[in-house]
């Protein structure tokens, strides 16, 4: 059942700590910058090269995190859309990774692409919160998110637990593929070892209602980030639209100025996300926009003042590693949009025309 909450959607955001105490469990040694994973043992993806994410919808945004968190640590990394890698597969061999991220592992857009990738020679691996899923079966490896079953057709839970996932495997890749752990590692293991902590704090003290009461009334609502935040604006303007039906679109905070400031108004709330590593160049963003007349609500560390002096709100995320925030900074813009959902009285858990397995090319 719905333990006591009106959806599936809210009990699921608020599972997260849980779920990704479980995503983390045995996983993680933070003290030391250990990390061991099932059947990943070091060496795995020696003669490894490069890594390849293919996904759809929420997945494909945690997939993108993968990428960015490999390919800053060294290792050649790139995120496709599934269904367009089906179309046009990338030169792929067999010093090529190719990871499915995919809840459910039944998903048939990545189900081919993965299909694709295994013909032309590369090594897949499943990333699934589903065991004995298609995924899980068809591919070389799989590793479980170990989340929970989730209901709700938004995905929630499973988000946070494929971003954490994608940061560990990615971990043991880099130290495989360049001989040598990431000079960050232990900072970046502590703040997922804090995160389902700061995860429980939002959860306590968020303003997400109040934030979505105020801006209800507008015409769009745009989302932006840089770097790790790219992917969270992205996810935050999909599960909007999903569950709200409003109009909401993510945007790279450095792309608005090459077309959509057009649709900037005085009734488009931007929902800008900050990370602690591009903070400035995003903030002059934000001044485009607010010259525009547009309200601006920033999601940023509540250590950060400089940010939290230029725009109109703040929905604030605990201080962490920057690799991380972008978990924290979506669980914020989750309950944002099933707030602003429920107050126009969306049917939250099965939103019209989707299925949450989507099973069809
Ligand atoms: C959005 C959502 C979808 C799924 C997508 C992929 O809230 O749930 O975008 O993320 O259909 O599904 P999986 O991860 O099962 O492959």
Same mark, same amino acid.
């Given at each position: 059942?719905?333990?006591?909450?009106?959806?599936?959607?809210?009990?699921?955001?608020?599972?997260?700590?849980?779920?990704?105490?479980?995503?983390?469990?045995?996983?993680?040694?933070?003290?030391?910058?250990?990390?061991?994973?099932?059947?990943?043992?070091?060496?795995?993806?020696?003669?490894?090269?490069?890594?390849?994410?293919?996904?759809?919808?929420?997945?494909?945004?945690?997939?993108?995190?993968?990428?960015?968190?490999?390919?800053?640590?060294?290792?050649?990394?790139?995120?496709?859309?599934?269904?367009?890698?089906?179309? $046009?597969?990338?030169?792929?061999?067999?010093? @090529?990774? %190719? *990871? +499915?991220? #995919?809840?459910?592992? /039944?998903?048939? =857009?990545? !189900?081919?692409?993965?299909?694709?990738?295994?013909? $032309?020679?590369?090594?897949?691996?499943?990333? @699934?919160? %589903? *065991? +004995?899923? #298609?995924?899980?079966? /068809?591919?070389? =490896?799989? !590793?479980?998110?170990?989340?929970?079953?989730?209901?709700?057709?938004?995905?929630?839970?499973?988000?946070?637990?494929?971003?954490?996932?994608?940061?560990?495997?990615?971990?043991?890749?880099?130290?495989?593929?360049?001989?040598?752990?990431?000079?960050?590692?232990?900072?970046?293991?502590?703040?997922?070892?804090?995160?389902?902590?700061?995860?429980?704090?939002?959860?306590?003290?968020?303003?997400?209602?109040?934030?979505?009461?105020?801006?209800?009334?507008?015409?769009?609502?745009?989302?932006?980030?840089?770097?790790?935040?790219?992917?969270?604006?992205?996810?935050?303007?999909?599960?909007?639209?999903?569950?709200?039906?409003?109009?909401?679109?993510?945007?790279?905070?450095?792309?608005?100025?090459?077309?959509?400031?057009?649709?900037?108004?005085?009734?488009?709330?931007?929902?800008?996300?900050?990370?602690?590593?591009?903070?400035?160049?995003?903030?002059?963003?934000?001044?485009?926009?607010?010259?525009?007349?547009?309200?601006?609500?920033?999601?940023?560390?509540?250590?950060?003042?400089?940010?939290?002096?230029?725009?109109?709100?703040?929905?604030?995320?605990?201080?962490?590693?920057?690799?991380?925030?972008?978990?924290?900074?979506?669980?914020?813009?989750?309950?944002?949009?099933?707030?602003?959902?429920?107050?126009?009285?969306?049917?939250?858990?099965?939103?019209?025309?989707?299925?949450?397995?989507?099973?069809?090319?």
């Amino acid at each position: 059942g719905k333990g006591g909450y009106e959806h599936y959607m809210l009990k699921e955001i608020h599972e997260q700590p849980t779920a990704l105490r479980q995503t983390l469990r045995g996983r993680i040694e933070h003290v030391t910058g250990d990390i061991s994973l099932e059947d990943f043992p070091e060496g795995t993806f020696d003669g490894i090269r490069r890594v390849q994410f293919v996904a759809c919808g929420t997945s494909y945004h945690a997939g993108l995190a993968g990428s960015h968190f490999i390919e800053s640590r060294g290792v050649p990394s790139q995120t496709f859309l599934a269904s367009e890698y089906a179309v $046009s597969t990338p030169p792929v061999d067999d010093e @090529t990774l %190719v *990871i +499915g991220v #995919t809840q459910s592992g /039944e998903t048939a =857009d990545t !189900l081919s692409a993965l299909r694709r990738a295994n013909a $032309s020679g590369a090594r897949t691996l499943a990333l @699934t919160n %589903v *065991i +004995g899923s #298609t995924a899980a079966r /068809e591919c070389d =490896d799989a !590793l479980f998110i170990r989340a929970g079953p989730e209901i709700g057709v938004a995905a929630t839970k499973t988000f946070s637990s494929q971003v954490a996932s994608v940061s560990l495997l990615g971990e043991r890749i880099v130290r495989d593929v360049v001989g040598h752990r990431s000079e960050d590692i232990e900072a970046v293991l502590s703040a997922f070892a804090d995160l389902p902590d700061h995860v429980q704090q939002i959860l306590d003290f968020t303003k997400a209602h109040r934030i979505a009461k105020r801006y209800h009334d507008s015409d769009a609502y745009f989302f932006i980030g840089r770097g790790t935040a790219f992917p969270v604006a992205l996810e935050g303007a999909l599960k909007f639209k999903e569950i709200s039906y409003e109009h909401a679109e993510g945007f790279a905070a450095g792309e608005l100025k090459h077309g959509p400031l057009a649709l900037v108004t005085p009734t488009t709330p931007v929902f800008a996300v900050f990370d602690g590593q591009n903070d400035e160049k995003t903030l002059s963003n934000v001044k485009e926009v607010e010259a525009r007349g547009a309200p601006v609500i920033a999601v940023t560390s509540d250590a950060n003042e400089t940010v939290s002096q230029h725009v109109d709100d703040v929905l604030t995320i605990p201080d962490t590693h920057p690799d991380v925030a972008g978990v924290l900074a979506n669980v914020q813009l989750q309950l944002l949009s099933y707030h602003a959902a429920a107050l126009l009285d969306r049917p939250i858990d099965k939103p019209r025309n989707l299925a949450k397995s989507v099973t069809v090319e």
